[in-house]
């Protein structure tokens, strides 16, 4: 079954520090991969997305995002965190191609506290 | 506007109520979304509206009723609800691809409904 695992249900950072958010999927061919945030009482927002191309991506404020297609996994880096990205981040999978209607597989979420 | 829009941002209402929720999109996309996500569960997939015919209905209860009248708006509509359909439900759209495959999905803030 197509399925997308984020195995930290919640992380603490110090302001400043490094982070690295995982997300491992399971899907029958290599699916375009998302990252979104998700700021309290807001919507979801796109960091960054991968289709195709090189496998480092680069997205909206300091994130980036490696696909590495021999461990299913597209993991979330920031060299350095800053108080404003505490929020929850989703990452989600979908399909290249077929009936999927352009539907989205999101994981369960990964939320993120930042310490001064 | 810009973007996905969504009204109302916040309804209260009783289990005997009936209500709508309103979505908006200014992007020109061809399908349209209806997500609930409560405390408890991750992100559920509703609706789906692909120029504007409903493709998908992840066994939702009749008591949720969508209505997509053209290819920018999405309605919800809501009638002698439970609590514990308390939740934020969040719109999206997204352009199909023509292969059928998935692209990004934009959010709109969402409503959060609470259920008395």
């Known amino acids: 079954a197509q399925s997308v695992t984020q195995p930290d249900i919640h992380i603490t950072v110090s302001e400043g520090a490094s982070l690295e958010l995982r997300c491992n999927y399971s899907?029958?061919?290599?699916?375009?991969l998302f990252w979104y945030v998700q700021s309290p009482g807001q919507g979801l927002q796109l960091l960054l997305k991968?289709?195709?191309?090189?496998?480092l991506v680069q997205g909206i404020k300091g994130f980036e995002a490696e696909f590495k297609r021999s461990q299913s996994s597209f993991n979330l880096r920031k060299p350095s965190v800053h108080w404003s990205d505490a929020a929850e981040y989703f990452c989600a999978v979908g399909a290249r191609a077929g009936g999927s209607q352009g539907n989205l597989i999101f994981g369960k979420g990964t939320k993120l506290s930042v310490k001064p | 506007e810009t973007g996905v829009t969504q009204t109302p941002r916040h309804l209260v209402m009783g289990m005997t109520n009936k209500k709508s929720l309103k979505c908006e999109q200014h992007?020109?996309?061809?399908?349209m979304y209806w997500y609930k996500q409560s405390a408890k569960k991750p992100l559920e997939l509703m609706f789906v509206y692909s120029l504007e015919e409903r493709v998908e209905n992840n066994s939702v209860p009749s008591r949720f009723s969508p209505e997509c009248p053209n290819s920018s708006h999405l309605f919800l509509h809501l009638h002698t609800l439970q609590p514990e359909d308390s939740a934020l439900y969040l719109c999206?759209?997204?352009?199909?691809?023509?292969?059928?495959?998935?692209?990004?999905?934009?959010f709109g803030p969402g409503t959060r409904l609470t259920v008395l």
């Open positions: 992007l020109g996309h061809n399908a």
């Open positions: 991968y289709f195709s191309g090189d496998t």
């Open positions: 999206a759209s997204s352009q199909l691809r023509t292969s059928g495959g998935a692209d990004t999905q934009y």
């Open positions: 899907y029958g061919a290599t699916p375009y």
